[in-house]
C-alpha cells in the first residue's frame, strides 16, 4: 500500500475544534452593491451600519445607513454625495472619507444621528505640500478612543496619518508604497497597513516601518486586513493566481499561518468584482466569506444545507472551528459583469453579521427595511444574514455530501469516496474503520450508519461532524437519497444527485497533489520530481471498475481495471505552455490502488515539460463518461529541471513512460 494512500484517512478525518455554534438570528433583503466598494460595521450596542451604493444612484455615490440590532428599523441614513470609505468605533462614531478629485483626501466625523458632520480634515496638501494625492486606495480604521487612521496612495508612493479624536493630525508619514488596507488593535497601538506583496507596520510614534513578507503576495486590490487585541494581523485577499488566501502574521513580524482558501470568489465568464470582508471577534478568531460552487468546504455546523455562499470561522492558529452555509446566498454568473458581496462585521457580543450577494435561491426570515429587490440576472440579490453563538442553535445535522478528494460540490458516482458534513453525525471521538482481503470496510461503526437509497455504505471514518464513507457500487440513476443514523436517532436525509463519473484527485493542502515521486519519497515544493520521471497521484470518483468489486473491499489479485477512459490535462488558456485545445498527456495509466479500498484509484504520468514549477501550471483529471467529459479538481505537482519550450510540448503528448 502506498504511502500517501495511508496519509488519506490522516488528512481528512480530523476532529472537530471546539466553539458554540453559531445559529441564524435573522435573514433579510438588503441593499445592493454596483460599483462602488462597500462596508459594513458594528457598535458596541450591536447596531449595524452599512456603507453601499445609494438607491437609484449605483455608480457615483455612497449612502450610510444605521440599522437596529434587530434588523427592523432604519435609525438614519445620509446620502454622502460621494464615493468613500467608512469606519465605526465602538460608541458609534461613524467616519468616512474620499478624495476630492484627484488632489485631496478628506476625512469627517458624522454627528451622532446621522444628519451633519461634526469636523472635517483636508490631508494632502496640509502636512505634505506639494505633493498631490491621488486618492488610490484609500482606507480607514479606528480605535476604541475615536482616534482615526488613514492610508492612502500618493503620486510617489503612499502615506498613513492618524487624527485624533477632535480631527487633528497628530501625525502624517510618507511611505515608499501605496498602501492597499490599514487596521489598528482597540488600543490604537497596533497600526498594520496592506501594501502590493506584504505588510508593514507602523510603531506607535509613527516613525518606524517595519516591512513583512507574506508567503503568499497578496496585489493591492480587493483586500482585507484586520488587527486582534494581542497584535497578530489577519489579512485576507485574492492572491497573485486568483485564488483567495488567508495569512496570520503575529506583533513580531512572524508568519503564522498562510492558507488558500477554496471555493472563494466570483464566478467565471464576464468580469467580476469582488467585494469580500473579514471579521475578528474579542478572541481574535477571524470570519470569512466565500462563495463555493464548485468546492465544498469542510463544514463543522451549518444552519442550512450546503449551497454556494458560506461563513467559516479560522482561529488564530489556522484551524477551521466552524463553516455555515447561508440559505440564499451565492452569485449570478450573467457573463457579463458581477459584483459580488460577501461582507463580514462582529459585534462586541460575538454576534456575527454578513451582506452576501443572493442567488434568490431562498427566501428571507424576516421583513426588514429594505425591500426585496426584483431577482436580477446579472446582479442577482443581496440578503443580510445575523447570526449569534447559541449552544442550541437550529442546524442542519446532515448538511453536505461532497468528494473526498476534492470537496467538490456535484454529483456522486458508484465507487466514489465520498465526504459527509454536519453535526451530530457520531461520537465526539472519531473512530477509523480497518479492512483485510477477508473482510471488508464495515457498514455500521460506533453506532452509526449511512445509507443511499436503503443500500448501506461502506464507512471507513465515523465522528460527531464528519464521516467518510464509500457509495455503494450499485447506486444508480439521476439521485439518491443520503440518510444517517446515529444510535436509534436518524439525521436528516438529503436527495442528492447521482452521476456515471465524479473525478477527485487527493491534494495534501487543497493545491498540491498528494503526490508520489518515482523513487517513492512524497512529491511537493521542497522534494520536486525531476524532469522526466514518473509521478503517482491517487483519485476517486473515476467510474465503474471491472470486474466488480464488494462494497468496501480491497483490491487484490487478479487486479480490476477502470473501465471507462481517463486523461490528465491541462486546461489553463492564458499560459503558453497550455494552449487550446488543452494538452492532453495520453498513455497515462490508471488502475486500481493494490490493497487500497475498491473505488480509489492510482495515476501515473510523466513530469513533463508543461508541469514544470510549482504553483504555476494547474491540471485536471478528465473522464470520458457515456454523457460527455467530467473533470475533476485542479491540483499542481512540482517538478524540477528545464527544458526548452520547442521541444517540450510534443514530447509531453507521448504520456507516461
Known sequence: MRCAWCLFLALTASGAASQVPLGLDYSEWGPLSIGSRPAIAADSSGAVYLLLNCPGNFQSSDCVTKLSADGKT????????????????????????????????????????????????????????????????????????GRVFVACGTADGGEVARLNASGGIDFALPVPIAPSAIAVDPTGTQVVVAVAGGLARLAPDGISWLDISLPQPLPPVYVSLAVAANGDAAVYGQGTDGSWVLQRV?????????????????????????WEEMGLDAAGNAYITGFGGAT?????????????????????????????????AGIVASGVSNYVTGLVAVSASGAVIVLASSDGSAAATQAGPFPEYPFDSTYGAAELFHLSPHSNAQLSPLACVGNSAGYAIGAVAPGELVTLFGSGLGPAQGVQTQATPLAPYPA???????????????LLWVQDSQINAVVPWSVSGTSAQVCVTYGPAPTNCLNWPVAEAAPGVFTADGVHALAVNQDGTPNGPSNPAPLDSTVTIFATGLGPISPAPADGSLIGTPAPANTMSIQLQCTVATIPTCPVPSIVYGGMKAVPVPLGVAGLSEITFRAGYAVIG??????????ETPSGTVLSNAFQISVSGSQSADVGIASDLRGAK
Open 250 to 274: 503575529d506583533a513580531a513580524g512572524d508568519v503564522l499561518f498562510s492558507t488558500s482558501v477554496p471555493g472563494s470568489g466570483g464566478p467565471a465568464g464576464g468580469t467580476s468584482v469582488v
Open 614 to 623: 510549482d504553483g504555476l501550471i494547474p491540471l485536471m483529471v478528465a473522464v
Open 74 to 145: 432604519v435609525l438614519w441614513q445620509n446620502s454622502l454625495g460621494f464615493a468613500g470609505q467608512m469606519a465605526v468605533d465602538p460608541d458609534g462614531g461613524v467616519y468616512v472619507a474620499s478624495a476630492t478629485g484627484l488632489a485631496e483626501v478628506f476625512v469627517e466625523k458624522l454627528t451622532a444621528d446621522g444628519s451633519g458632520v461634526l469636523w472635517t480634515m483636508q490631508l494632502s496638501g496640509t502636512h505634505t505640500p506639494g505633493l498631490p494625492n491621488t486618492g488610490v486606495g484609500i482606507s480607514l480604521a479606528v480605535d476604541a478612543t
Open 444 to 458: 455500521e461503526a460506533a453506532g452509526v450508519e449511512v445509507t443511499f437509497d436503503g443500500t448501506p455504505a461502506p
Open 296 to 328: 465544498l468546504r469542510p463544514v463543522r455546523n451549518s444552519v442550512a444545507p450546503c449551497g454556494s455562499g458560506w461563513l467559516s470561522a479560522i482561529a488564530p492558529d489556522g484551524t477551521v472551528l466552524q463553516t455555515t452555509y447561508l440559505p440564499g
